[in-house]
């Protein structure tokens, strides 16, 4: 008779240590088109701006509160969704959130005749949107190995730039024929399709399925997917080499060692969303009155994006691979200098300006990839939808500082100059707090193999 030791198999182990297989990813595609969607969804407000403050007959300073309101609704989205998913699911939460942006998309042209109900449909479009984040950076995290977490996560995630770089380039097409509302339609059109995809090919998180303690033969039948070649009959029974803990998901991020480290992570957070959406949201229309044509406004937010993306490849890969947290502190640190050279460069000629607007998307947006799968990797099964929520729910409330100070600035008429160099405080606190993370991440690590060395003994 087998013992119950036998008939026990690690799941995250079997993860790790089997290659990538067709259901995994399957996962990882359908997150990242999800992350495109979302990408685009996002940068679309920013986009048609202009346009919509000058068909509601208010000044583009008062666009602030507008930003503000739709990222306020990526914050509660996320603050709400994260805890959910820990408790109901990953792909269920997902399915919802996708369903709540496209909707509230796709009413916003009929419906947006003040900046009131406009700011309305933004924060309700915004509750999907940031619903859908911290799950998909969840799921894709729990399906990939150890050694490549960080690069899947990031690549996964680089839908979320590539969704406003496709949305740039086609928006100023659809703008150019059949005006703004176009833009909404499909980026609520669009999600709507794609949601059959994800109720018939999007699988649940196995850790999550395992840690809920599920034990059926709907995890075995996941993990025989994951691999094939495994012999996991009836009997087996799939564990997780993490304790199960109970309590309040958010109180427990606060739960002993973690208490340090997840505050350190929610500043990280704040202060790289704040630049980064004060550059999203404020780009085009910084770049429009210094002079430039809109056409080639939107396409500086392009290049932020393009640079982001392959940022994101390339940190990804030395995160996995040499020493985090020591790169992403050296990432901010390159990052402040670069947001505050927009500024000027943007007086000096254009093809600098897009040079340093891309470098400034590599280090900006491609740290912040990279910190997503940090702070996956930060918390066990059953918090990290939660932990992950949190982080980008406290991030995003500076994402909604920073759009709203860039509107205050602006109507103070800031120079260029002035705007950037006071964004570009933000990651040098990003960076010291990257450092220490790392500090800590390594005193508790020593911590730990102290204590196990009488066991070793």
């Not at 297989?21 to 048609?48: H, N, R, Y």
């Not at 996708?98 to 009929?110: E, N």
């Not at 640079?307 to 040499?322: C, K, P």
Request: hydrophobic share 55%; net charge positive.
């Amino acid at each position: 008779m087998p013992t119950a030791q036998q008939t026990s198999v690690d799941v995250a182990a079997v993860i790790d240590r089997v290659p990538l297989s067709a259901l995994q990813w399957t996962t990882i595609v359908l997150c990242g088109l999800v992350a495109i969607l979302d990408g685009f969804d996002t940068q679309a407000i920013a986009f048609v701006a202009p346009l919509i403050a000058k068909d509601i007959q208010v000044e583009m300073s008062a666009f602030g509160a507008v930003f503000g309101a739709g990222l306020l609704g990526l914050t509660v989205g996320a603050l709400a969704f994260g805890p959910a998913a820990d408790r109901w699911g990953r792909k269920p939460i997902i399915i919802i959130s996708t369903l709540v942006f496209g909707i509230f998309a796709l009413l916003t042209p009929p419906l947006s005749h003040s900046r009131e109900m406009l700011m309305l449909l933004r924060f309700l479009t915004g509750l999907g949107l940031g619903g859908v984040m911290p799950n998909i950076i969840a799921l894709t995290s729990e399906y990939s190995p150890k050694t490549r977490r960080a690069t899947l996560v990031t690549l996964m995630f680089c839908g979320f730039p590539l969704g406003a770089v496709l949305g740039g380039l086609i928006s100023t097409q659809l703008m150019a024929r059949f005006g703004w509302p176009a833009v909404f339609y499909l980026g609520g059109i669009l999600p709507l399709l794609f949601l059959p995809f994800l109720v018939l090919w999007l699988p649940e998180s196995l850790r999550y399925l395992v840690a809920r303690d599920v034990q059926s033969e709907r995890p075995l039948a996941i993990l025989r997917r994951v691999n094939p070649d495994g012999d996991y009959g009836e009997g087996v029974r799939c564990v997780l080499p993490e304790p199960i803990e109970t309590g309040s998901p958010i109180s427990r991020l606060f739960a002993g060692e973690r208490a340090f480290g997840t505050g350190l992570l929610w500043i990280v957070f704040f202060c790289n969303l704040l630049v980064l959406y004060f550059l999203i949201n404020w780009l085009p229309s910084i770049l429009q009155t210094a002079g430039l044509p809109i056409e080639r406004a939107i396409i500086a937010t392009v290049v932020l994006n393009a640079g982001g993306i392959i940022g994101g490849l390339t940190l990804s890969r030395l995160v996995d691979s040499r020493r985090p947290f020591a790169i992403l502190g050296g990432a901010y640190a390159m990052a402040a200098a670069l947001v505050a050279g927009i500024g000027f460069a943007a007086t000096v000629s254009i093809p600098i300006l897009m040079i340093t607007i891309f470098a400034a998307g590599f280090f900006v947006i491609g740290s912040q990839y990279c910190m997503n799968a940090l702070a996956a990797n930060y918390y066990p099964t059953g918090l990290r939808s939660t932990g992950v929520g949190w982080a980008l729910g406290i991030g995003r409330i500076g994402s909604i500082v920073g759009p709203v100070v860039g509107g205050a600035m602006i109507a103070m008429s800031w120079s260029s100059e002035e705007l950037f160099a006071a964004i570009a405080i933000p990651p040098v606190f990003a960076s010291i707090s990257v450092f220490l993370i790392g500090v800590l991440t390594r005193s508790q690590r020593r911590v730990r193999e102290r204590q196990l060395l009488p066991q070793k003994s």
